[in-house]
């Protein structure tokens, strides 16, 4: 399986940006299985856990995130994706895609760039 990310962007602040990632080569029952979760990694800081979404759509958040990130999933397409509305400074990163349990091979990222 290949984690492909893509959706970043240079935006200002208060902006919004949709990230979507594409789990190349998973099947669909594996794809069901599993939870997913977007990771942030700014420069210089280790990769920390933004959002999580289960089999049965429950989702959990980072403090930081809550309130202005939506992650979903969409089974028919085998797609996470993370709505990131009114976007912050602070909230420029490479953004991961990733099993939550499963830990796959990391993709790429995408870079999300927001100014002040």
């Known amino acids: 399986v290949r984690l492909v990310e893509s959706g970043g962007g240079l935006v200002q602040a208060g902006e919004a940006l949709r990230l979507s990632c594409r789990p190349s080569?998973?099947?669909?029952?594996?794809?069901?299985?599993?939870?997913w979760c977007w990771y942030s990694q700014a420069p210089g800081k280790e990769r920390e856990l933004g959002a999580s979404?289960?089999?049965?759509?429950?989702?959990n958040y980072a403090d930081s995130v809550k309130g202005r990130f939506t992650i979903s999933r969409d089974s028919a397409k085998k797609m996470v994706y993370l709505q990131m509305n009114s976007l912050k400074p602070e909230d420029t990163a490479v953004y991961f895609c990733?099993?939550?349990?499963?830990?796959?091979?990391w993709g790429q990222g995408t870079q999300v760039t927001v100014s002040s």
């Open positions: 990733n099993a939550l349990k499963d830990t796959l091979d």
């Open positions: 080569g998973i099947i669909t029952s594996e794809f069901n299985r599993m939870d």
């Open positions: 979404v289960g089999g049965s759509r429950s989702t």
